[in-house]
């Protein structure tokens, strides 16, 4: 939609479609499944299970892709392997096997991935790790992907710790094996969403002692779509030191 659609006096009234949950993540693929054939091995609430977080959207993209995959093979049915593969291919976006990658760059992804995946194992609060590849996928040269149990609306603050422990898992396998000169870029992504984690702990979740369960920085609401929330800043310049160093905190402990 043109975004000048959403200004006040136009379109102002807005209708939130939150994800569907497992139950209703069946009932959409039984939609989207309903005109293709399926082998007897396709069981629905498996998938559902296996899906947590999917959009309705993605749940169609998945079929799709599980019904192209079968075609390709010549197969008259779509069987539970198609959806595994399509499942992946969503997830984790496609496979980019024609990027010819050194024979180090392969060696220093696959230490950095065992860091993610080794402590999503030993720790305690973490999801089980679902899958690890180290053929480039999407943007990455690896990826490591956990799948939660059940859906979960409300994260425990141990299980966000975890989480930022997990992030952290990449960089702290390449420091290990590599020493402190071998460090790469590749843990940029994971250092982005390890900080945002841990500024949402301090800022909005209350999760932190020494700030206490206050929000900090009210959110300013988008007028219009694609806008970044802006953060108003309603706090002084010694508690945003505070801030800055609560969130290292969290981080470099995690690390
Ligand atoms: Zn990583």
Same mark, same amino acid.
């Given at each position: 939609?043109?975004?000048?659609?959403?200004?006040?006096?136009?379109?102002?009234?807005?209708?939130?479609?939150?994800?569907?949950?497992?139950?209703?993540?069946?009932?959409?693929?039984?939609?989207?499944?309903? %005109?293709?054939?399926?082998?007897?091995?396709?069981?629905?609430? +498996?998938?559902?299970?296996?899906?947590?977080?999917?959009?309705?959207?993605?749940?169609?993209?998945?079929?799709?892709?599980?019904?192209?995959?079968?075609?390709?093979?010549?197969?008259?049915? +779509?069987?539970?392997?198609?959806?595994?593969?399509?499942?992946?291919?969503?997830?984790?976006?496609?496979?980019?096997?024609?990027?010819?990658?050194?024979?180090?760059?392969?060696?220093?992804?696959?230490?950095?991935?065992?860091?993610?995946?080794?402590?999503?194992?030993?720790?305690?609060?973490?999801?089980?790790?679902?899958?690890?590849?180290?053929?480039?996928?999407?943007?990455?040269?690896?990826?490591?992907?956990? #799948?939660?149990?059940?859906?979960?609306?409300?994260?425990?603050?141990?299980?966000?710790?975890?989480?930022?422990?997990? #992030?952290?898992?990449?960089?702290?396998?390449?420091?290990?094996?590599?020493?402190?000169?071998?460090?790469?870029?590749?843990?940029?992504?994971?250092?982005?969403?390890?900080?945002?984690?841990?500024? %949402?702990?301090?800022?909005?979740?209350?999760?932190?002692?020494?700030?206490?369960?206050?929000?900090?920085?009210?959110?300013?609401?988008?007028?219009?779509?694609?806008?970044?929330?802006?953060?108003?800043?309603?706090?002084?310049? %010694?508690?945003?030191?505070?801030?800055?160093?609560?969130?290292?905190?969290?981080?470099?402990?995690?690390?």
């Amino acid at each position: 939609l043109d975004p000048a659609l959403l200004r006040p006096g136009r379109f102002d009234r807005q209708v939130v479609v939150d994800i569907p949950d497992i139950k209703g993540r069946e009932g959409i693929l039984k939609v989207h499944t309903s %005109k293709i054939p399926l082998a007897k091995s396709v069981n629905l609430h +498996v998938i559902a299970r296996g899906t947590p977080g999917f959009s309705g959207a993605d749940l169609a993209n998945l079929v799709n892709e599980a019904a192209l995959s079968a075609a390709k093979k010549n197969k008259r049915k +779509v069987g539970m392997e198609e959806f595994e593969f399509s499942k992946d291919k969503v997830l984790m976006g496609p496979e980019r096997r024609s990027v010819v990658i050194s024979e180090e760059e392969r060696r220093i992804t696959a230490y950095h991935e065992s860091g993610h995946a080794i402590l999503g194992m030993l720790l305690p609060n973490a999801d089980p790790v679902h899958k690890m590849t180290i053929i480039p996928r999407g943007l990455s040269l690896g990826l490591t992907q956990s #799948l939660p149990e059940t859906d979960k609306h409300n994260l425990k603050r141990e299980y966000i710790n975890d989480q930022i422990t997990l #992030l952290m898992g990449g960089r702290a396998a390449e420091e290990i094996v590599f020493g402190k000169g071998g460090i790469t870029t590749g843990a940029q992504n994971d250092i982005e969403r390890a900080t945002k984690t841990a500024r %949402k702990m301090v800022c909005e979740w209350g999760m932190s002692e020494k700030l206490g369960p206050l929000q900090y920085g009210q959110k300013e609401e988008p007028i219009f779509i694609g806008k970044e929330i802006a953060r108003h800043k309603d706090y002084s310049e %010694k508690t945003s030191e505070m801030i800055d160093a609560e969130i290292r905190e969290i981080v470099e402990s995690a690390y």
